[in-house]
């Protein structure tokens, strides 16, 4: 089992960006959950991140043929990335969206997700045992294809 988790904006700010909405783990505390999640679960987890929107498009057109699955937080890209929905669109790789806070429950910007409609399932409001939760959902939708 082969997932990718990409992180959008801001993410690698993590623990010093509003940490009363985000937390106080690291980005690189977070990192090193996932990777420990998937070598206890052996799965082969591969985690980026990047601030820029075309970056994130090509992370994910480069999972075509070498990824079962894809974590995905798109930072505020949620809210205003139609590139993004169609670079998950285009791979038609099973994909989970995660969000540290609960996002519906924020700003009305916060609640409109563009790449929803390319995921099979949201995990939000978790903190960042949410992207674990959206590795074990991942990896039993995946299983039962």
Not at 14 to 25: Q, S
Not at 42 to 55: A, K, R
Not at 115 to 130: D, F, L, M, V
Request: aromatic share 6%; glycine share 6%; with cysteine.
């Amino acid at each position: 089992m082969r997932i990718k988790v990409i992180n959008g904006p801001n993410l690698n700010l993590l623990g010093i960006r509003e940490p009363d909405i985000y937390g106080k783990v690291t980005y690189k505390d977070l990192v090193e959950q996932i990777k420990k999640y998937g070598e206890d679960h052996n799965i082969d987890i591969e985690v980026l991140q990047s601030n820029h929107e075309g970056d994130l498009v090509d992370m994910i057109q480069e999972c075509l043929y070498n990824t079962d699955g894809i974590v995905i937080n798109p930072g505020a890209y949620t809210h205003t990335s139609i590139a993004l929905l169609d670079a998950l669109k285009a791979v038609n790789i099973p994909a989970i969206e995660v969000h540290i806070s609960e996002v519906d429950k924020r700003e009305n910007f916060r609640q409109i997700s563009y790449i929803r409609k390319a995921c099979t399932e949201t995990i939000s409001g978790h903190g960042i045992n949410g992207y674990m939760e959206a590795i074990e959902h991942l990896n039993d939708h995946i299983n039962k294809l």
